[in-house]
Nanobody, 126 residues
Framework: QVQLVESGGGLVQAGDSLRLSCEES????????MAWFRQAPGKEREFVSA????????YYADSVKGRFTISRENAEKTLTLQMNSLKTEATGVYYC???????????????????WGQGTQVTVSS
């Protein structure tokens, strides 16, 4: 049973930084494409960032480019999202997701991902 566990959320002020982590017990993440999504209250879940398997190519939503950095760490068993210069619109629940399928990868499409964590709350105040 795959289990993804996010951590690192919290309450910060606009302009601050947060570092989110996602741990998947027992397996190296290098063989899976991984992503972060977020969901604000009353809104649909939206793509934030992703990293391809093996090569580790990063992808970012336009709204976070230049401020967020996705990476795999700790012998490739932890997915992280470094979030700098946070804006109030970043508020929401952040989810880690894992893609296990093959074929063409529609990066920002949430349906492409098989496993999801329970989410971690990020609140950015003005």
């Amino acid at each position: 049973q795959v289990q993804l566990v996010e951590s690192g959320g919290g309450l910060v002020q606009a302009g601050d930084s947060l570092r989110l982590s996602c741990e998947e017990s027992g397996r190296s993440l290098i063989t899976y494409s991984m992503a972060w999504f977020r969901q604000a209250p009353g809104k649909e879940r939206e793509f934030v960032s992703a990293i391809s398997r093996f090569a580790g190519t990063p992808y970012y939503a336009d709204s976070v480019k230049g401020r967020f950095t996705i990476s795999r760490e700790n012998a490739e068993k932890t997915l992280t999202l470094q979030m700098n210069s946070l804006k109030t619109e970043a508020t929401g629940v952040y989810y880690c997701a894992e893609r296990t399928g093959g074929g063409n990868w529609d990066v920002p499409n949430s349906k492409q991902y098989t496993y999801w964590g329970q989410g971690t709350q990020v609140t950015v105040s003005s």
